[in-house]
């Protein structure tokens, strides 16, 4: 079974450039989970996905930031008119609570550089 | 709200000896889980432990052992006869109900074995 997938791994950009990151879950996972991590500390959740619909955004989620998960599989998180207090680790997870995998399982995350 | 304290930011232990990683945590939810992962210098998050609030059992898992105690809001890891491998950064984390809601970290303890 295949883990959770993020790419690309590595992302640098300059200020006010747009960004988009995937997340492919693990097959059959029906949540999706993307959190934000910054240095020193740790993740903070941003928003997650029931399949293909949106749950919960946190307050974290500026309007510059958009998630979609249009087919309720892999998922994009896109960043408009990037600053530098946008640097971070983006993570994803998945989880399955209808069969039982409550566990939120990480990909290997997406760094962002914003020059 | 919910909250995750990790009061040691860094630990540094020589080879084979124990330590134990101290978790607080504050929640109403008379039902949450509670979670440790491990993050190793590449960054990904690895899943460890998740323990529900009905079950204050300990659990031991080779090395690895928990206590949880629910009249003191804690959670603690204890790892016995550390190895070089076991340095990481170790994130405490809670999630209200059945735990597939999003999670809220501690900011974690950086774990540092000498040989």
């Known amino acids: 079974d295949t883990g959770v997938s993020q790419n690309p791994r590595h992302k640098i950009t300059k200020r006010g450039q747009n960004v988009t990151f995937r997340c492919d879950p693990i097959?059959?996972?029906?949540?999706l989970y993307w959190y934000r991590q910054t240095l020193g500390q740790g993740p903070e959740f941003l928003t997650y996905f029931q399949n293909e619909a949106q749950l919960e955004k946190s307050r974290l989620l500026s309007d510059r930031f958009s998630a979609e998960r249009p087919k309720g599989s892999f998922s994009t998180l896109e960043i408009q008119r990037t600053e530098q207090g946008d640097s971070a680790m983006y993570l994803c997870?998945?989880?399955?609570?209808?069969?039982?995998?409550?566990?939120?399982?990480f990909g290997p995350g997406t760094r962002l550089l914003v020059l | 709200a919910q909250k995750v304290t990790q009061a040691q930011t860094e630990i540094s232990v020589v080879e084979k000896e124990d330590v134990t990683l101290d978790c607080v945590y504050e929640?109403?939810?008379?039902?949450?889980?509670l979670f440790w992962y491990k993050q190793p210098p590449s960054g990904e998050l690895v899943f460890l432990i998740r323990r529900n609030s009905f079950d204050e059992q300990n659990e031991i898992s080779g090395r690895y052992s928990w206590n949880f105690q629910k009249s003191t809001s804690s959670f603690n890891f204890t790892i016995t006869a550390s190895q070089v491998v076991d340095s990481a950064v170790y994130f405490c984390?809670?999630?209200?109900?059945?735990?597939?809601?999003?999670?809220?970290f501690g900011k974690g303890t950086r774990l540092s074995v000498i040989a």
């Open positions: 984390a809670l999630s209200e109900a059945a735990g597939n809601t999003p999670l809220v």
């Open positions: 097959s059959e996972h029906n949540r």
């Open positions: 997870a998945s989880s399955s609570p209808t069969s039982g995998q409550e566990t939120q399982y």
């Open positions: 929640t109403r939810d008379t039902t949450y889980y």
